[in-house]
């Protein structure tokens, strides 16, 4: 497949990801104090069934979503993606400021929004901020598909079990904030849906920008 078939399909799951994302956007603004029935049921069942060790292990998860831990990843991914001194430390620039960006964008849209989050007495971790869209499902699928595009950028060879666990990496550090009671589910849907979009959009612009370019015409006048 081509690098502009490649972008095309890009930019339509960015404007496809982006519309859902604004769909559940307006119901959260329009009714921030009645969650889904299924925010309810799965909030109600994580509060209910949390065990020493799965509880320990989903917080240990859901630490790695934020703080420097992705922007540590995303440098080391970097560094093997990279052929050159040069461009590996293009490449971790690139990346790094690629979540950051994406993050100041989801912060301001969270502050924008500002959804409550469930009830104190039901966390058993610390939180802050507000609900919508979940930050740390927002993260760890940006930094999972940054650190699954270093692979492709590394070679055409992309180690699939390497990029399996990765993405179960970055869905699960969403479903602990489910589990841990900070976040409600759809809080955590629409963390992915800012994320596809992001990382969409820039999948987009990089192969917009890298795409087959038609080589330039020759003079035909005679020397």
């Known amino acids: 497949m081509t690098r502009a078939r490649l972008a095309h399909r890009a930019g339509w799951l960015a404007l496809t990801a982006a519309a859902l994302f604004a769909l559940l956007a307006v119901w959260v603004v329009r009714t921030p104090d009645h969650p889904l029935p299924a ?24 630490y790695t979503g934020t703080g420097f831990v992705p922007y540590v990843l995303l440098v080391l991914a970097g560094l093997y993606a990279g052929r050159t001194a040069r461009q590996r430390a293009l490449t971790a620039a690139a990346l790094v400021l690629c979540l950051g960006a994406g993050q100041s964008l989801r912060y301001a ?19 802050s901020g507000w609900s919508f869209p979940s930050g740390h499902a927002s993260t760890g699928a940006m930094t999972a598909g940054l650190l699954i595009a270093a692979l492709f950028l590394r070679g055409p060879r992309v180690p699939r079990t390497a990029a399996a666990v990765i993405a179960v990496w970055g869905v699960a550090i969403g479903l602990t904030r489910v589990y841990l009671g900070v976040h409600w589910f759809t809080d955590v849907i629409g963390g992915w849906l800012f994320a596809t979009a992001w990382l969409s959009l820039l999948a987009f612009a990089y192969l917009s920008r890298t795409g087959d370019r038609p080589s330039a015409p020759r003079d035909p006048s005679p020397s």
């Not at 925010?39 to 240990?60: F, K, Y």
């Not at 969270?110 to 939180?127: C, F, H, S």
Request: hydrophobic share 55%.
């Open 39 to 62: 925010d309810v049921a799965l909030h109600r069942w994580s509060v209910e069934h949390r065990p020493a060790v799965p509880t320990a292990l989903a917080r240990i998860v859901t």
């Open 109 to 127: 849209t969270m502050m924008l929004i500002a959804r409550p989050r469930p009830a104190v007495a039901d966390w058993a971790t610390q939180a």
